[in-house]
């Protein structure tokens, strides 16, 4: 009987165990849904993974990368730029592309609203 009860604990701990462990080995959260002004940005790019290039180049772990990844043909102008995608960056980057790097193959004009930047860059980090 001793035996049956010391099994039947070690079991439940065992359990109790793996339950605690699980989120450890969970799958990464889903992506945020673009706010409403990424309606833009996807005109040009795609932020789905594995989807590739549009005319723009693919958003999907943009975040923390460098600018002018092998992904895409990017101006001569952002490779030599040498960025690196943080909040700054992109921030003065959506403000006006092509203020902050002349030649550049952007051609979106900027965003002048810091919110709506904010919400872009908030789901460009999602995008992992």
Not at 32 to 57: L, Q
Not at 100 to 128: C, H, N, Q, W
Request: aromatic share 8%; charged share 15%; proline share 9%.
């Amino acid at each position: 009987m001793k035996a049956l009860t010391l099994a039947t604990g070690l079991a439940a701990l065992g359990l109790t165990t793996l339950g605690l462990a699980a989120p450890a080995f969970a799958a990464p959260p889903a992506p945020a849904a673009p706010p409403p002004v990424f309606a833009r940005c996807a005109v040009c790019h795609n932020a789905t993974k594995g989807a590739g290039a549009k005319i723009g180049p693919d958003l999907w772990g943009v975040y923390g990368g460098k600018a002018a990844r092998a992904n895409f043909k990017y101006s001569q102008a952002l490779k030599n730029a040498k960025l690196k995608w943080d909040d700054a960056t992109l921030d003065k980057w959506l403000t006006a592309p092509m203020a902050m790097v002349p030649g550049t193959i952007m051609s979106f004009p900027g965003l002048k609203d810091p919110a709506k930047r904010a919400e872009i860059i908030a789901y460009l980090k999602t995008l992992r």
